[in-house]
């Protein structure tokens, strides 16, 4: 019984704050990956593939965010290894971003530490956050989930859940042609009450911020991920204590 191993990366830029990983750093990441003959999913092949026959190294890469640095420096380099991987945008932030795209060569991209970077989205959310062309040209590769609409934050508007999934999907649907099922809990904060709407809107695979292992015998309301960190030791670990039921019951104490 396999696990799919899930890596969650937030920041891919050269700056020095534990949301980021820097961009030679994360070549060699994708580079392992592909040197190691892991096949890299999509968000749909992912779940078809909890519930079917596989035979080959697998793992799942998802981003956090829709961050303009992903479409800087992330996907040029997965375009070069040609690794398929997941985003999760906050819909809100890319429709904001998005109004502001014919300013683009007055607004570069500005890299500060991630929690002042969600402060600053109000005032100039395009040094931030990818457009929805920008997310368009990359679909060559790249699947589309929500991470909601607002990130439960008020950076322009507060909604409840229900209006705030349902427009997210929304908007993914009408800007990206995806009509997707792939939710990742802002913050990792979910409870089954959320679940259970999150499922009405038609969402049915789910990703937390829990650590471990994948196995295509478990369903998708829990999804685990590992935070991506600035060391391919640290990813190859993962990689070997999650690697099957027997290790990962030995030595999950050192995740």
Known sequence: MRNIP????????DIGDSHSVRVREFERQIAYFKSSHYIFLSLDEYSELKSSVLDKKAVLLIFEGAW???YENAYPILKRFGAKAGIFLTTEWVQES??????DSQNPSVYLAHDKTLLALEQNPRAYVCTW????STKDLISFGSLTHTYQLSNFVSKPWHDDLQLSKELIAKNLGTNTTH????????????????????FSSFYTYESGQNLQSE???RNKTFLATNSLFELKKELFV???????????FLL
């Open 6 to 13: 899930i890596i969650r990366y937030e920041h891919i830029r």
């Open 68 to 70: 303009r640095d992903f």
């Open 98 to 103: 998005s109004k502001q795209e014919a300013l």
């Open 133 to 136: 062309s920008e997310l368009e």
């Open 183 to 202: 939710l990742l809990w802002p913050r990792g904060q979910w409870d089954m009450s959320l679940l259970r709407t999150a499922k009405k809107l038609g």
């Open 219 to 221: 369903d998708l309301e």
């Open 242 to 252: 999650c690697s099957n039921t027997l290790t990962y019951k030995l030595l999950h």
